[in-house]
């Protein structure tokens, strides 16, 4: 089934994607980019991640709204999790978090960044003694 990506225009072949294969891989670049971005720098404002990574405003805003982020811009709107209503902070709102449980795990941020490693990894074990006694 033949497409006109959303993006760019150009026709290409997919039956559920809404863009050519060479937006959605430019889309998964700016999310990477946005999102270690973010990751580094904690309390940056929308404005700065689209000046910082190049990244254009509608989809920093797409990828917050996606909830994918998880570390958002500091004036982003954080919407709840159960109602979405507009929040402040954290994941859902005072009084969905009321009706929570009350354990809520507050550990500290780790900064994961794992590189694309394009090598593989050989472990060199094909250097094995062969001991075999019967
Ligand atoms: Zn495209
Ligand atoms: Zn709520």
Redesign the pocket.
């Known amino acids: 089934m033949l497409r006109n990506c959303q993006e760019c225009n150009r026709v290409y072949a997919h039956p559920t994607s809404k863009e050519c294969p060479q937006c959605q891989r430019k889309r998964q670049v700016d999310f990477k980019a946005v999102k270690q971005y973010l990751q580094s720098n904690t309390g940056a404002t929308i404005q700065m991640v689209v000046e910082d990574t190049g990244v254009s405003y509608e989809r920093v805003d797409e990828f917050i709204k996606e909830g994918r982020l998880n570390v958002l811009p500091s004036d982003a709107v954080r919407r ?6 507009l ?1 402040q902070n954290g994941r ?2 005072a ?2 978090k009321s009706q929570l449980s009350p354990v809520e795990p507050t550990a500290p941020q780790e900064k994961v960044v794992t590189p694309p490693s394009s090598g593989k990894i050989h472990s060199l074990e094909s250097i094995r003694k062969r001991d075999s006694d019967n």
């Open positions: 709840c999790g159960v109602c979405q209503a929040i859902v709102c009084k969905c």
